[in-house]
């Protein structure tokens, strides 16, 4: 059974930080994201990481996010510097993979950590 458990949110001061972990488990992916989503908003992509380690980054978060991984711990990281009121947001990830000659795509979500920051 494929697992994505979300954990590191919180309430912090702008300018401060916050690491968010992902643990997952039941297979391997071929990418690894994390998405947020704030009140009355869309979901939106903040940051991915592929299979090979080639990370990206929402325009927003550029300079200020960094998405990792520890393979032997299953886990992937998002290290949010500098964090804006507008970082406010429920952060989920999200895992894709690809399988067979037809590349099906199936996803997976966690359920999601609060980042709340304050002024």
């Known amino acids: 059974q494929v697992q994505l458990v979300e954990s590191g949110g919180g309430l912090v001061q702008a300018g401060g930080s916050l690491r968010l972990s992902c643990v997952t488990s039941?297979?391997?992916?071929?990418?690894i994201d994390w998405y947020r989503q704030a009140p009355g908003k869309q979901r939106e992509l903040v940051a991915t990481?592929?299979?090979?380690?080639?990370?990206n980054y929402v325009e927003s978060v550029k300079g200020r996010f960094t998405i990792s991984r520890d393979k032997a711990k299953d886990t992937v990281y998002l290290q949010m510097n500098s964090l804006t009121l507008e970082d406010t947001a429920v952060y989920y990830c999200?895992?894709?993979?690809?399988?067979?000659?037809?590349?099906?795509?199936?996803?997976?979500w966690g359920q999601g950590t609060q980042v709340t920051v304050s002024s």
């Open positions: 990481i592929n299979s090979g380690d080639t990370p």
């Open positions: 039941g297979s391997t992916f071929d990418a």
């Open positions: 999200h895992a894709v993979r690809f399988l067979g000659w037809a590349k099906r795509r199936t996803d997976y």
